[in-house]
């Protein structure tokens, strides 16, 4: 036995029910329901996003603040400040060791290892 989604309602009832708003919708739906339901969510989530674009260009105009131009003469000042790049010295540099400190020294062999010389 299963109950039906359908509720009981007197001759009446029926008919006063049938007159409401929900009444009305309800039976416009079973007839169109693309019309009724799915052309109202559709527009809700189009009208959604223009409504929602306004708060995420928020965070485009910040990134843009952020962003400055720089004059020629900002560009002449930063190229005249920078020193000269050696990829050697920055190697050194960065592991704390001068030119003066460090000396290439061959490392031994193993008895049975090769030399790999071509």
């Not at 509720?7 to 739906?29: H, I, M, N, P």
């Not at 000042?77 to 790049?85: D, L, V």
Request: proline share 3%.
């Amino acid at each position: 036995m299963s109950f039906s989604g359908k509720k009981f309602r007197s001759r009446r009832q029926q008919l006063v029910y049938e007159a409401s708003l929900a009444g009305r919708y309800k039976k416009a739906l079973s007839k169109h329901p693309f019309l009724f339901f799915g052309l109202p969510f559709c527009a809700t989530i189009v009208l959604g996003s223009f409504w929602l674009s306004s708060f995420t260009a928020i965070k485009y105009e910040q990134g843009d603040r952020k962003v400055q131009e720089i004059n020629e003469e900002d560009i002449l000042k930063i190229r005249k400040n920078q020193r000269e790049f050696d990829i050697k010295e920055e190697y050194y540099r960065l592991q704390g060791l001068s030119e003066e400190d460090w000396e290439p020294v061959r490392v031994a062999r193993l008895k049975d290892e090769s030399e790999n010389v071509w």
